[in-house]
């Protein structure tokens, strides 16, 4: 087999490990009611299923970044495998509470391996402008998975079909990729260093990856926090939340497919700045409007959202290069745990704004529009933060060259 051959075999297994982890995300999210009924589980211990999801994803996400060079990217996908078997598994024939809340953990697990091993690995793979568009193409899947996924699981439950029948479908895309993966070379550490944790760790109290860790938990929460809620607005205001979801990581995946020009064009500070300020439109869009214009304002949103957590990556991997895989791993880490510190505190927002809704004499669909939009305003606070840092980043960055396209 050509190495153009082999790297393409691993950059599509690396695509249908991710569209395993978006079918994890969107068709568990589908059969929550299921689940629920079936089990008598109250809303609190489904929270509590669901959490596991996301303190699977950034535990194996950081031990991956740990271990990548001395393990290397191929055992790490082994692990994600077994861990995606036995998650499935489990959910299929869970007798209760504590099997999901297993269950769950597995298929977190596996999912943060698939990010740990593959965004070094495509990062390693390619160099400069084509590494970011790879990357970008590579992250489409997520939200091209969360589309697919969450058509089939409307569809499957429409249709009256088992909640166990939908956790089957997860199988499909993880044999895929175990099937592309099978006996593949996987890419060595381009940049001298990479291996070395003591040189991961000095190139972690850099300026540069200081503020792209910080900022990291700032565009996770503007992206996963609005999706999280707004959907509770938009129902009440008689919008479906499930065409507006399928609608903005429709419009994700498009936008990473097409990320290469745009990020040439732009530049990945150019980019992100960009991106800050879509987001920031879209959530006012979204606290203001009501009915069919939401679409257009979810269009909005998702353009701006789009870029930040692959271009982040990228940035990572061209702006502090001998922060390795554990760098990059770290940071994803921190998008993951923002996202879960922060639904509590938005929680707290949501009750303070319906107190406040409930006093002026609001009741029904009226309380909960004015409530949810009052939380979705409060949330402006995240791309504002943005537009600010971003606006820094650039000037700062500005006629730097990216340290590895230096090495090439």
């Known amino acids: 087999m050509s190495e153009t051959d082999n790297k393409n075999r691993l950059f599509y297994g690396s695509c249908f490990a991710l569209i395993t982890t978006a079918f994890t995300f969107s068709i568990r999210a589908g059969i929550l009611p299921q689940l629920g009924q079936e089990f008598n589980l109250t809303a609190e211990q489904l929270g509590f299923i669901n959490s596991m999801w996301f303190l699977g994803f950034p535990i194996s996400m950081i031990i991956g970044g740990l271990v990548y060079y001395s393990v290397g990217p191929k055992v790490i996908m082994q692990v994600a495998l077994l861990s995606h078997a036995i998650g499935i598994l489990l959910t299929i024939y869970a007798g209760g509470y504590w099997t999901l809340i297993i269950s769950t953990l597995f298929i977190g697990f596996g999912n943060g391996c698939t990010e740990a091993a593959c965004n070094p690995m495509i990062a390693d793979s390619y160099s400069g402008t084509t590494m970011n568009k790879m990357l970008n193409r590579f992250h489409m899947w997520f939200p091209g998975g969360i589309v697919i996924g969450s058509l089939i699981s409307k569809f499957m439950t429409d249709a009256g079909m088992t909640w166990q029948s939908q956790i089957w479908v997860l199988i499909i895309p993880t044999l895929i990729y175990a099937y592309l993966f099978w006996g593949q070379t996987f890419p060595k550490p381009k940049i001298e260093g990479q291996s070395s944790l003591a040189e991961n760790f000095k190139a972690m109290i850099s300026p540069v990856y200081i503020f792209l860790f910080v900022f990291m938990a700032f565009t996770a929460i503007s992206e996963f926090g609005p999706q999280q809620w707004v959907n509770i607005v938009l129902n009440s205001s008689g919008v479906s939340g499930m065409v507006l979801l399928a609608l903005t990581t429709g419009v994700m995946a498009v936008g990473r497919f097409f990320a290469g020009p745009v990020v040439k064009a732009l530049g990945q500070t150019g980019v992100l700045l960009g991106g800050a300020i879509f987001t920031f439109i879209g959530i006012y869009l979204f606290s203001t409007v009501t009915g069919p214009t939401a679409y257009a304002a979810a269009v909005i949103f998702a353009i701006g959202v789009c870029y930040f957590w692959p271009v982040m990556v990228g940035a990572v991997a061209q702006r502090a290069p001998l922060s390795g895989a554990l760098g990059m791993s770290i940071v994803g880490g921190v998008g993951m745990f923002s996202t879960s510190i922060w639904q509590p505190i938005i929680g707290g927002w949501i009750d303070d704004a ?52 230096a090495a090439h």
Do not use: C, H, N, Y
């Not at 406040?356 to 606070?381: R, V």
């Open 354 to 405: 319906r107190a406040e809704a409930l006093s002026q004499g609001l009741t029904g669909d009226a309380l909960e529009l004015a409530a949810g939009q009052e939380t979705l305003t409060t949330m402006l606070f995240f791309p504002g933060i943005l537009i600010v840092a971003f606006t820094i980043f650039f000037f700062w960055q500005k006629g730097k060259k990216p340290a590895v396209e």
